[in-house]
């Protein structure tokens, strides 16, 4: 999501992420409420290497993908920073894009980025859990860092509803923070999330901070078990479109 670059409103849409620079700052686990959504855009491209490059790349995905008279879902949209590049991607094919938060910061802050873009393509926002919602007709689904805050023991069910409800041909993309098997490549790659980090200006107090509140809301799973549960929910094929540190990207498409 790009930044409108005047107006004194962009000011209030675009803070910058403060939220664990100090010690009193913050307890408890990670919630995505209001502090977090009025920082999110910062945070997260500061946060997730690969960002700002997964969210064009799911346009041009959806532009392959997306077919006529069929749904686009947008799986915990936040901001709608995927939504939009959804949108963006079905070009003038008759797609109706639905974007799904269950945080109604998010949701109530995404209508606002939505209204901003004048794309004709229709945008609706459900306010709900994805684990409830209706899932249907779709052409392309986007779960781009959401499914990894879905409780583990869910996520089996949450995939064959998404696979059922795509139609043959019909595309997901799945962006994950991910774990490997081997200790070294672990933790090589969490030191170098970590330099990334502190290269976009997050001090070592905040990072080990972030990660404590994370530690029991985020949990990461390995590409294999990924790819696994991806085929046995009912895709045909999978590919990992994207890697930088541990931080993938991966596409399942149904025959
Ligand atoms: C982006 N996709 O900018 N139901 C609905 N929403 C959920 C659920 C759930 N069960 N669990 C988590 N969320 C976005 C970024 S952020 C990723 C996604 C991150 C929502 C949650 O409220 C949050 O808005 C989003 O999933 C995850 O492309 O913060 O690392």
């Not at 403060?18 to 009193?24: F, G, P, V």
């Not at 229709?122 to 859990?129: A, G, K, N």
């Amino acid at each position: 999501m790009n930044p409108p670059n005047n107006g004194k409103d962009d000011k209030v849409l675009f803070e910058t992420d403060r939220i664990y620079t100090s010690t009193a700052s913050e307890g408890g686990d990670f919630r995505f409420d209001t502090a977090v959504a009025r920082v999110f855009p910062d945070m997260i491209r500061r946060s997730v290497p690969g960002y700002t490059t997964i969210i064009p790349m799911i346009g041009v995905i959806t532009e392959r993908f997306a077919r006529d008279d069929t749904r686009c879902y947008d799986l915990g949209c936040s901001l709608g920073a995927s939504t939009l590049a959804m949108r963006h991607g079905v070009g003038d094919r008759r797609c109706r894009i639905i974007g799904i938060d269950n945080s109604s910061d998010m949701i109530e802050r995404c209508q606002h980025f939505i209204a901003l873009d004048d794309h004709p393509a229709t945008v609706e926002l459900r306010c709900e859990d994805i684990l409830d919602s209706d899932i249907r007709d779709a052409s392309v689904s986007t779960l781009n860092f959401t499914l990894q805050f879905v409780d583990p023991e869910r996520r089996p069910q949450l995939l064959e509803r998404i696979a059922h409800g795509t139609l043959p041909g019909g595309a997901l993309i799945l962006s994950e923070k991910i774990r490997f098997e081997s200790d070294w490549e672990q933790s090589t790659q969490t030191e170098l999330h970590h330099d990334f980090k502190r290269a976009n200006g997050y001090s070592d107090l905040e990072i080990s901070q972030k990660r404590c509140a994370l530690e029991q809301v985020l949990i990461p799973e390995t590409i294999a078990t990924h790819r696994e549960r991806l085929l046995a929910a009912g895709f045909d094929q999978v590919t990992l479109w994207y890697q930088c540190f541990n931080f993938v990207s991966l596409l399942a498409v149904k025959a």
